[in-house]
């Protein structure tokens, strides 16, 4: 079993910035591969990015060169940082965690950009 609880969401303007932090208990945490997904009002949820035990990341086309996705092993934690934030940003943002068949959700952090 793996906990996850999500931080650092919030109210930013168009053009700002946030980071959000994920942080994780229960298990071997260097094991598994990290991610953030959202969801926004009306639409389905996306993988925003993800960063495998090796590190390697991948993002989707609509975040590349404005999010990075990081990880500190040594304190369980994922971090999403996220520049030049945009209206169409708006969503609830899921922590998860995946390692084999095994998939664990955290319960989500708002956030919110205004134009």
């Known amino acids: 079993q793996v906990q996850l609880v999500e931080s650092g969401g919030g109210l930013v303007q168009a053009g700002g910035s946030l980071t959000l932090s994920c942080a994780a208990s229960?298990?071997?945490?260097?094991?598994?591969?990290m991610g953030w997904y959202r969801q926004a009002p009306g639409k389905q949820r996306e993988l925003v990015a993800r960063?495998?035990?090796?590190?390697?990341?991948n993002y989707a086309d609509s975040v590349k060169g404005r999010f990075t996705i990081s990880r500190d092993n040594a304190k369980n934690t994922v971090y999403l940082q996220m520049n030049s934030l945009k209206p169409e940003d708006t969503a609830v943002y899921y922590c998860?965690?995946?390692?084999?068949?095994?998939?664990?959700w955290g319960q989500g952090t708002q956030v919110t950009v205004s134009s």
């Open positions: 998860i965690a995946v390692r084999g068949c095994n998939l664990y």
């Open positions: 229960g298990s071997i945490f260097s094991r598994y591969t």
């Open positions: 960063i495998t035990s090796g590190g390697n990341s």
